[in-house]
């Protein structure tokens, strides 16, 4: 994430020619490939037997993988000739070639517990490509693509891009806001996470705060199973629990200490009345917290690969399925802090404020004071 660029400065954008258009699709085009077959890679396996194994034949990777030959080669080939594999040469004339995963690639490409790990960012992508048919009737029609029908793909590249950086980054973020750490460091806290997905930051906030008891509420049901599994799996079914519930309807009131809302706000249909439930849903002193993209306090071009990122989000995923609701608010993953503060305002919050959390992937924080 941090090689993502800038944005060029507004007077490098000239009108471009047909032939730099044209290399632009090119290009586009090439990494759209990388793309998927980086996918194939990891959903085939074939990155994680690479990965320490020195260097393999296509027979070897088709033999440990139970997979063909013949596209093992070509895929291998293809690795090769986009840089993502180094080619080791025969030994001997007529031997076959063989392929190597750097230690470096593997990293990005299999160590889930890396902040470099972005193998699940390519699910995301192709969950978004196999749903190309119904985004085009969806464009049309002003209908959606549910995060249902974008299915496990999508759910599983979200949770696995997002985990590393709950499970390492989370509690020194949380440490470096004195009076937030100290509100949610206290005996007996109690905490709900709202929009969990499959939970890593529900349990990256038990594990921080030892005393508290967090909950966690999605109201999609493979979400919130694959959720209570990796609890049970980290030993914390004592603290931690799910619900698999709208947190507009089903947050209790006056019950949590903290409010945290990751990544969430802009899926949702009816941000302000999770907002204002949330607001209902604090004991007195609590706070809402919310971490959500950083995006740019305005539209402006050329924009910056983060805003490009998050427009890419935007029109293949996270706004179908915010508009496969209705009503719904439509926001958006380039939810503007404007925007934060208005859904804030509307529902109730006195007060939102930035928290100075830098470096955190390309996510901000703010907090909500009721
Ligand atoms: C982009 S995912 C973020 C998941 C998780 N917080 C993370 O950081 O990986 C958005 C989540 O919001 C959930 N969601 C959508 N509507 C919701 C609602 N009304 N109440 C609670 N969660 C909701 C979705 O099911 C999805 O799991």
Redo the contacts with the bound molecule.
Sequence with gaps: MTMLQEPRPASAAAEPSADEVADRVLAAALGAFDTLTVYLGDRLGWYRIMAGAGPLSPADLADRSGTNERYAREWLEQQAASEWLVVVEPDAPGGPRRFRLTDPAAEVLTDSSSLAYLAPLTRFVAAAAAQLPALAEAYRSGGGVS?AQFGSDA?TG??D???PW?ERKLAGALRGVPDLHELLDRSGTRIA??????G??TIALARAYPEATVRG????AP?TAAATEHAGAGGLTDRVAFAT????T?LPEAAYDAVF????L?????PVE?LTAARRALRPGGVVVV?EEAAEEEFATPAGEVERLLYGFSTLV?LP?AMS?RPSAATGTVIRPGTVRAYAQQAGFAAVAVLPIEGFGFWRFYRLVP
């Design positions: 995060w759910r979200q949770a891009m997002n985990r709950y996470d709202i929009g969990c997905g499959e890593w930051s509420y999605d109201p999609d979400s519930a709208d947190a507009a089903a809302a990751f990544e969430c802009h899926d949702l249909p009816r999770v971490m996270c399925d609701h």
